[in-house]
């Protein structure tokens, strides 16, 4: 079964909002959540060491409604869900996208975030790629099939940037690595974003979201091109993962989230860190 954003809600809503109805029990131990502190706006290290960040703030407003004292820590993406599945921390928030791959060792709260993925370049390399701004679902096979054949012919002798273990390193190792794309992995997005500005790499690609925290700060430099991929491999939007069985955080965590969907706070955030709403209607 393909997992879709809706399809996964309506799996999850009856029991979120079942907790949402009433006050959540109270914590009995100080949970421990996982985050990679370099991957802005999500989440972030400040000069001082604290974690920040729309994933940070957004925690801190589930734990005070949930009931439940937490501790954040910073762990390196690569090897942080199987953390989560050896029991190392309760629960991951990391923009980690529910996926089928995923949903096999571990399980989700709701969706926060939803948006796809595109490529980010610098202006003054002159790459334009086809479609862009475009909207490719990845159901849909006719639509992926055209958009990648325009998308191989505009990338032949270019080099393409990613972030390993993501969803868009798997959509470029599904896709374009076969058709003979040059795509190098870095183990964080901060590099990825670094050998672009260099010149070290001719495109990016991540996350519209994340795309969209390098734009703020590169408006005049860098932009973004190629069409904007959805579903299929790349999920069903962003959310906490935890320990496979865990529903009973899971389904705080939901509850949490569909209040602050219901009362705007969620919308308010997004607006804070990404400028624009990210977040779906839960």
Known sequence: MNITRSTFLRTSLAAAAALAAGPVLAQSKKLVFATEGAYPPFNMTRPDGTLDGFELEMLAEIAKRAGFDYEPI??????????????????????????????????????????????????EAGIEL????????????????????????????????VQVSTIQSDFLDKYLVPKGITVRSYQNGPDVYQDLMNG??????????????????????????????????????AAIAVQKGNQELADKLSAALKSMSDDG??????????????????
Do not use: C, H
């Open 200 to 237: 070290r790499l001719d495109l990016a690609m991540a996350a519209v979201t994340n795309i969209a925290a390098f734009l703020q700060k590169n408006a005049e430099t860098a932009m973004t091109t190629g069409p904007n991929f959805k579903g299929g491999i790349m999920g069903a939007g």
């Open 265 to 282: 706070t969620l919308e308010t955030m997004s607006q804070k860190w990404f400028g624009l709403n990210v977040t779906p209607k839960l």
């Open 130 to 161: 086809p479609e862009s701004g475009v909207s490719v679902d990845l159901d849909d096979a006719a639509t992926t099939d055209a958009a990648i054949t325009a998308l191989v012919a505009a990338l032949e002798g270019k080099t393409v940037g």
């Open 74 to 123: 910073s762990q390196a993406w690569d090897g942080m869900i199987q953390g989560l599945v050896d029991g190392k921390y309760d629960a991951v928030i990391d923009a980690v996208t529910i996926t089928e791959k995923r949903l096999a060792v571990v399980d989700f709260s709701l969706p926060y975030t939803t948006g796809g993925s595109t490529f980010a370049v610098m202006k």
